[in-house]
């Protein structure tokens, strides 16, 4: 069956540094992906897409990375701050009803 | 700009016993969602609904029902709860194929004890 996984279940960062996160997943049908950030006592909030056409995006000290061939996404945030520790989630749908899988999430510790 | 509100945001059942959660969206979703969210388990889809009126089982729906009388509003019942559905529910809505995914509400924290 389907299932998207996480590779790490807590990332501890030093302020200044890059993150990177990792997802893989398993339905080589999928065809749009996405990173969500949710922090203490909130909803997941959206960060960056990427469609399966696309190898690279870029957001505002975000970047994701799609390579289809092995099945695997990533999440760099450049810099990290204190305000990006959250647990962080990537989700991937090829169902035409939208529905999204949710990978466990990762959990990013940013130590000063 | 509500977005995606969920009532309440804190509830204590004792088992055996039925609620419903109540989630409102403002802007003209056609899709709605509610998942459940446990430890080390990410979300997990239990009901959806794509329109006003129609309903549909996700990956968990037992012990769970769902209603969509009006498009705005998706309600999520537990008729006889049980401790197994202690978690954090949340309402999700999205417009077809959305590019920002979905919209998250806050959350409803259960406790059945």
């Known amino acids: 069956g389907e299932s998207v996984g996480l590779h790490l279940p807590t990332l501890s960062v030093q302020e200044g540094d890059n993150s990177i996160i990792n997802c893989a997943y398993s339905?080589?049908?999928?065809?749009?992906f996405i990173w969500y950030k949710q922090e203490s006592g909130k909803g997941p909030q959206f960060i960056i897409d990427?469609?399966?056409?696309?190898d690279k995006r870029q957001g505002q000290r975000v970047t994701v990375l799609l390579n289809k061939t092995v099945k695997h996404l990533s999440l760099q945030i450049a810099a990290t701050q204190p305000g990006d520790s959250a647990v962080y989630f990537c989700?991937?749908?090829?169902?035409?009803?939208?529905?999204?899988?949710f990978g466990a999430g990762t959990q990013v510790v940013v130590t000063p | 700009n509500a977005g995606v509100t969920q009532t309440p945001k804190f509830r204590v059942l004792k088992t055996g016993q039925s609620m419903t959660l109540l989630c409102a969206q403002d802007?003209?979703?056609?899709?709605m969602y509610w998942y459940r969210q446990d430890p080390g388990m990410g979300l997990r889809l239990i009901h959806y609904?794509?329109?006003?009126?129609?309903?549909a089982k996700g990956e968990v729906p037992d012990g769970y029902n769902v209603s969509r009388l009006k498009k705005q509003n998706f309600l999520l019942g537990l008729e006889s709860a049980a401790p197994s559905q202690t978690s954090v529910y949340f309402c999700?809505?999205?417009?077809?194929?959305?590019?920002?995914?979905?919209?998250f509400g806050s959350g409803t924290r259960l406790t059945v004890v």
């Open positions: 990427i469609r399966s056409n696309m």
């Open positions: 339905n080589s049908a999928s065809d749009y």
């Open positions: 989700a991937v749908s090829g169902d035409s009803w939208g529905k999204l899988q």
């Open positions: 999700a809505s999205s417009y077809l194929w959305d590019d920002r995914g979905y919209t």
């Open positions: 802007m003209n979703h056609e899709y």
């Open positions: 609904s794509v329109g006003e009126g129609t309903t």
